[in-house]
Structures are given as C-alpha cells and as structure tokens.
C-alpha cells in the first residue's frame, strides 16, 4: 500500500488565520488531489494538481507538489469556521493500470474558531 | 442531478447474515469505485470498475464481492459479515478516471455484532 502521511493530524487554529496541510507519498504519481470531508459526510474535492506542476490556486486554496520530497502541501488562507473538516490528500500512481484508483493519506482535522 | 446516492445509510448484521449495499450515479460516469473509511486510517479502496460489466479488486477486497451490471449501479456484497467489515463504506465515480476528480456519495454506515 502507499498509504500517505499527512502532517499535522491535527491543527486548531483562529479565524482569519491561514491553515497548512502537509502530505508525503511514497511512489511515483500522475496526480494528487486533495479533499475535504465534513463530519458524517461524504468527501467533496478541492483541488488537484498533475506531476508536472508545482504550484496551483484555486480561491483561498494554494496547492504545492515537490515530486523530488514526495510531498504536497495546502495552505487555506483567511480560513473561516467552516472550513473546520478533514481534509485528505490522495495519489493516483504513475502508470498505464491505475485506472484513478486513489490511495488516501490519514487525513488533517482542522478546527477553525470563531 | 442527484450525483452519487447509496442504499440504505445505515446498517446492523449479525455475524454471519449477508447484505448488498447499492451505489447509483446519474453522471454517466465510466469508473466507480467501494472504499471504505475506519478510524485513523483514512479510505481504503475495495473494488472498483472501469464501465459497465468489469470489475477489479482494490487494496482490500477480501469478504466482499461487487457487481456492475448497469453503467450506473455499482453493487458491494458481503456474504458472511464479519465484526472486522464495521465501517463506513463510501461509493465514488469519475469521468474517465486519471485526471478526474472523484464524486463520493454520503456514506454507509455498517455495524457487524
């Protein structure tokens, strides 16, 4: 499995503040996508971006792919209150037989106060 | 469009008796896909089809068959429920697959006593 790490599995922070998510993958990648999960719900995806990128923005959401570290991170600027979720990164394997299947890291919680 | 919708949303079985959760999409999407999330360990793909009549084994498929009769149903059967199969089961679907982002229905949540 290449299962992921993300980093913190935990962050709380204020209104306003900016919000950094960490990921670190373990093989090669077509892509990482990232999504969010709010309580008892279903994952909705944000954003992602290809092996051949480095940086992407989509809104308050800035996504960076080193592929050399093996490892993303997002940032959600002037983060509100509900943004409070779990976000996940998720890799697609570079390959021919991938078909998409994502393999997901363990996730960040972040609590955002008002 | 209602995206993608499961069947039912919750779920008790004693060991041993056997289910079919049900996964629909009205996207016309190609490929779909059974994940299942535990605590702390994020989700882990099941088994997952690329059209209408394939199906292929993920990450975990063991205990658990799947079906895709019909482009938009995408059925996960358990023949013998186990305590270890108590999850949440998550059905998604994309276009085409490799570039797509996937659309995730709502979840079931299952218990096994």
């Known amino acids: 499995s290449q299962q992921g790490e993300e980093d913190p599995q935990a962050l709380s922070i204020q209104e306003g503040e900016n919000a950094t998510m960490n990921c670190s993958y373990k093989?090669?990648?077509?892509?990482l996508q990232w999504y969010r999960q709010n309580s008892g719900r279903g994952l909705v995806h944000l954003i992602l971006i290809r092996s051949n990128e480095r940086e992407k923005h989509s809104g308050r959401l800035r996504v960076t792919l080193d592929t050399s570290k093996k490892s993303s991170s997002l940032l959600i600027t002037a983060s509100r209150a509900a943004d409070t979720a779990s976000y996940f990164c998720a890799t697609v394997e570079a390959g021919g037989t991938s078909y998409g299947k994502l393999t997901f890291g363990q996730g960040t919680i972040l609590t955002v106060h008002p | 469009n209602a995206g993608v919708t499961q069947t039912p949303k919750f779920r008790v079985l004693k060991t041993g008796q056997s289910m079919t959760l049900l996964c629909a999409q009205d996207m016309n999407h190609e490929y779909m896909y059974w994940y299942r999330q535990d605590p702390g360990m994020g989700l882990r793909l099941i088994h997952y089809?690329?059209?209408?009549?394939?199906?292929a084994k993920g990450e975990v498929p063991d205990g658990y068959n799947v079906s895709r009769l019909k482009k938009q149903n995408f059925l996960l059967g358990l023949e013998s429920a186990a305590p270890s199969q108590t999850s949440v089961y998550f059905c998604a679907s994309s276009y085409l697959g490799y570039y797509n982002e996937q659309f995730f229905g709502p979840g079931t949540r299952l218990t096994v006593l």
């Open positions: 089809s690329v059209g209408e009549g394939t199906t």
């Open positions: 093989t090669s990648i077509n892509n």
